[in-house]
T-cell receptor, first 115, second 112 residues
Framework: AQSVTQLDSHVSVSEGTPVLLRCNYSSSYSPSLFWYVQHPNKGLQLLLK??????LVKGINGFEAEFKKSETSFHLTKPSAHMSDAAEYFC?????????????FGRGTSLIVHP | ETGVTQTPRHLVMGMTNKKSLKCEQHLGHNAMYWYKQSAKKPLELMFVYSLEERVENNSVPSRFSPECPNSSHLFLHLHTLQPEDSALYLC???????????FGEGSWLTVV
C-alpha cells in the first residue's frame, strides 16, 4: 500500500535556527511530491513540489526540500526559522500508477518556533 | 488569494437542518475535490470530480451529497448531520488528476 510518513508530529526550534521536517514515502514508482503549509484557521498553501526534475527543490519563504530516491525521503528544510513559520506542515505524495492519482497525505508536523 | 473560493467560511447548523457548502475555482482546472479535516486526524479525501464526473467516493455517509454542475463549481449538500461531522471542509482543484492541488481556505462546520 502507498503511504507517507511524517516522522515527527511536533518539531520545536528557536527563531534563527535551522528547521528540518522529515517525510518518507513508500512506492515502487516515481512519485510527485509536495509540501504544504497550513497556518491556523487557514487552508493548505503549496510550499514546493518535486516532479522528477532537479532533486533539490526550492519553495516559497526560504524553504527547500531534497528528493532522495535511495532513501525514499523528501525532507523539508529552512536555514533559519522565523516566528511566522509556526504552522502545520503536510507532506503529500501523488502516485501515477495504474490510472490512480489519489494524493496521499502525511499526518502533519506541527512546527513550533520559540523567540 | 489561492484561486479557490469557499463559502461560507463558518457554518453552524442543527442536526435536522439542510445546508450547502459552495466552492468556486478561478484557475481553469478540471478536477475538484472535497476533503474533511478533523482535529487530531489525518486529512480525509471525501469526493473527487474530474471533468464534472464523480470519480472517487471514499465511503462517505449519504448525509453528504456532492454536486458538480460545471468544472468551476462544486457543492457539498449537508442534511441530518451528526455532531461528529463538525470539522473543517476543504475544497481543492487541480489541472487534471495527478497535478498540483490548490486548496481553498476551508469552511468551518459546527453541528449542534
Amino acid at each position: 500500500a502507498q503511504s507517507v510518513t511524517q516522522l515527527d508530529s511536533h518539531v520545536s526550534v528557536s527563531e534563527g535556527t535551522p528547521v528540518l521536517l522529515r517525510c518518507n514515502y513508500s512506492s515502487s514508482y516515481s512519485p510527485s511530491l509536495f509540501w504544504y503549509v497550513q497556518h491556523p484557521n487557514k487552508g493548505l498553501q503549496l510550499l514546493l513540489k518535486y516532479t522528477s526534475a532537479a532533486t533539490l527543490v526550492k519553495g516559497i519563504n526560504g524553504f527547500e526540500a531534497e528528493f532522495k530516491k535511495s532513501e525514499t525521503s523528501f525532507h523539508l528544510t529552512k536555514p533559519s526559522a522565523h516566528m511566522s513559520d509556526a504552522a502545520e506542515y503536510f507532506c503529500v505524495v501523488i502516485y501515477a500508477s495504474g490510472g490512480s492519482y489519489i494524493p496521499t497525505f502525511g499526518r502533519g508536523t506541527s512546527l513550533i518556533v520559540h523567540p | 488569494e489561492t484561486g479557490v473560493t469557499q463559502t461560507p467560511r463558518h457554518l453552524v447548523m442543527g442536526m435536522t437542518n439542510k445546508k450547502s457548502l459552495k466552492c468556486e475555482q478561478h484557475l481553469g482546472h478540471n478536477a475538484m475535490y472535497w476533503y474533511k479535516q478533523s482535529a487530531k486526524k489525518p486529512l480525509e479525501l471525501m469526493f473527487v470530480y474530474s471533468l464534472e464526473e464523480r470519480v472517487e467516493n471514499n465511503s462517505v455517509p449519504s448525509r453528504f451529497s456532492p454536486e458538480c454542475p460545471n468544472s468551476s463549481h462544486l457543492f457539498l449538500h449537508l442534511h441530518t448531520l451528526q455532531p461528529e461531522d463538525s470539522a473543517l471542509y476543504l475544497c481543492a482543484s487541480s489541472q487534471e488528476r495527478g497535478n498540483t492541488i490548490y486548496f481553498g481556505e476551508g469552511s468551518w462546520l459546527t453541528v449542534v
